[in-house]
Structures are given as C-alpha cells and as structure tokens.
C-alpha cells in the first residue's frame, strides 16, 4: 500500500515565522502535487512538481521535489494569518490519475 | 456558473435512510472523482469514473453507489449507512489526455458533511 506520510501534524506558529512541511513516501511518484484547504472548502492546488529535484516558488512559499521523487517539502516564508488551513500533498504514479492524498498538515498562523 | 459544485452541502440522514448526493462540473473535464475525507484520516480515494466508465472502485462497500450519467454528473447514492461513515464527501474532477505522463490537477468541489445518525 502507497503512503504518504506528512509531518508535522500540528503547527501553530506566530505570524512572521517561517515552517517548513514535509511529505515522505518510500514510493517513487510520476508527479506530486500540494493543496491546501479552509475550513468548509474542498482542497485548491497550490503547485504540481515532476521533475526529480524541482524547486517551484509561489511568492511565499517554496515547493521541493525529492532527487528520487519519493519526497517533497513546503516551505513558507513570513507566514501570515491568510496561510492558516490544511496542507495536503498527493500523488499519483506513473500512467494512472489515482492520486492518493498525505495525512495532512493543519497550519495555524497566529496575529 | 464554474468549478465544481456539490449538493446538498450538509445532510443528517438515520441508517435506514436512503438519499444521494450529487456533483456538477462546468469545467469540461472527462474523469470525476469521489473521496471521503474523515477527521484523523488522509483523504480516501473512493471511485473514479473517466468518460463515465468507472475504471476504480476502492473497496468501498456496496451501501454507497455511483453513478455518472455524463462527464459532468456524478452522484453517490447512500443506503443503510453505518454512524461510522459520516465524513466530509469530496467530489473532484480533472481532465484525463490519451497516454502516461500526465499531470492534470483535481478540481475539488466544497463537499457535503454527512451525519448519519
């Protein structure tokens, strides 16, 4: 079975810190994608990565793929208020479009 | 109207109910996607139709039904549910192209919470 486990859990920090979150598996992934979502929402992409090593920037954060793309990490610079909801990474393997989902990072951002 | 749109967005139904929810994409993709998503749980892959074919069912048991009429329609028809099934219930759409290699995002509808009592 295809895990992707997220750490951490949890993370509450002050607004202006930085976090990074990271998402692991011991599968190899075509592609990896990061969503996040508020509370009463579905899940809206944030980046998809697909190329081992990758490193794609959306103003404050900082989406890595893993050389062997079996990992990926965020990272969020000067986090705000705005950054506060769930992280979820996914991923799909190669040549089917069932993605299975990370167990989720809940980021809160405090004012 | 745009995106994905799902109904109702809550529902209290008893387990020897039966009701159906029901997704509407106005994005022209070709593959729909129903997940469950539980508190302390990773979102759950449930079914998966692409040009209305269902091409995965996940294990789920046979008190949940799909059905997708068209690319744009998708429902999930609910009977003799168990308390344990209440969750949220996402459903997604994305566009499938011919062939491996292919990174098209999900589209994600805002889910009907589901009780069952």
């Known amino acids: 079975t295809q895990l992707l486990e997220q750490s951490p859990q949890f993370l509450s920090i002050q607004e202006g810190e930085n976090l990074t979150v990271y998402c692991n598996s011991s599968?190899?992934?075509?592609?990896l994608q990061w969503y996040r979502q508020e509370p009463g929402e579905g899940p809206v992409l944030l980046v998809t990565v697909v190329t081992g090593g990758e490193v794609k920037k959306l103003k404050r954060l900082t989406f890595q793929f893993g050389d062997a793309r079996k990992d990926s990490s965020l990272h969020i610079t000067a986090a705000q208020p705005g950054d506060t909801g769930l992280y979820l990474c996914a991923a799909a393997t190669s040549g089917t479009y069932k993605y299975i989902f990370g167990t989720g990072t809940r980021l809160k951002v405090l004012a | 109207e745009t995106g994905v749109t799902q109904t109702p967005r809550h529902l209290v139904m008893g387990m020897t109910n039966k009701k159906s929810l029901k997704c509407e994409q106005h994005l022209g993709h070709n593959a729909m996607y129903w997940y469950k998503q539980s508190a302390k749980k990773p979102l759950e892959l449930m079914f998966v139709?692409?040009?209305?074919?269902?091409?995965e069912n996940n294990s789920v048991p046979s008190r949940f039904s799909p059905e997708c009429p068209n690319s744009s329609h998708l429902f999930l028809h609910l009977h003799t549910l168990q308390p344990e099934d209440s969750a949220l219930y996402l459903c997604?759409?994305?566009?499938?192209?011919?062939?491996?290699?292919?990174?098209?995002?999900?589209?994600f509808g805002n889910g009907t919470r589901l009780t069952v009592t």
């Open positions: 599968s190899v992934f075509s592609s």
């Open positions: 139709y692409n040009f209305k074919e269902q091409t």
């Open positions: 997604a759409s994305s566009q499938v192209p011919p062939g491996q290699g292919w990174y098209s995002p999900l589209h």
